[in-house]
């Protein structure tokens, strides 16, 4: 863990040692907007201490980060004029995590802005959905 923390972009950013824009910052939680964004304002919340992802970050600090989400999401429909955010986390390769430091992107939205989230649509037999109810159930 110490060898991933050293060369992890965001635990290097949490440090200071890559520059961000930053629009929150405090001891545990860091909000800075996104190198590529998505749209205007795209912005990233990050747990400063290193964990890969969602399933992994500690539930205090989770929930840290995500009363700083909805801060900037509140914050990006005040100032900027969004309409909307979509509020996501990617967890793992097959679900398009590319940086393994937990993270929250908070995706202002606009009028017409063109942006495509797709969920393509898929109906399942009801003998499946009750398999995956009780798998899921089972689980939790
Ligand atoms: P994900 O694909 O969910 O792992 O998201 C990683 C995000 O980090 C992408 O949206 C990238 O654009 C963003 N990103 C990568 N490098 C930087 C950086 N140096 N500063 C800010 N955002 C970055
Ligand atoms: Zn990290």
């Not at 539930?59 to 955010?85: M, S």
């Not at 908070?106 to 109906?123: C, K, M, N, S, T």
Request: include cysteine.
């Amino acid at each position: 863990m110490e060898d991933k923390k050293e060369s992890c972009l965001f635990c290097r950013i949490a440090r200071g040692e890559i520059p961000s824009y930053k629009v929150y910052e405090d001891n545990e939680v860091l909000a800075f907007l996104d190198i590529s964004p998505a749209s205007r304002g795209h912005t990233l919340v990050i747990p400063k201490e290193h964990f890969p992802d969602f399933t992994l970050c500690p539930k205090n600090i989770l929930a840290h980060c995500f009363e700083v989400a909805q801060l900037i999401a509140q914050a990006q429909i005040r100032q900027l004029g969004a309409t909307g955010t979509n509020v996501l986390t990617n967890v793992g390769k097959s679900a398009g995590q590319t940086v393994r430091h937990f993270h929250i992107h908070v995706i202002p939205r606009y009028e017409d802005d063109g942006l495509q989230l797709a969920f393509p649509p898929h109906r399942l037999e009801d003998k499946e959905m009750l398999l995956l109810q009780d798998s899921i159930r089972k689980g939790v």
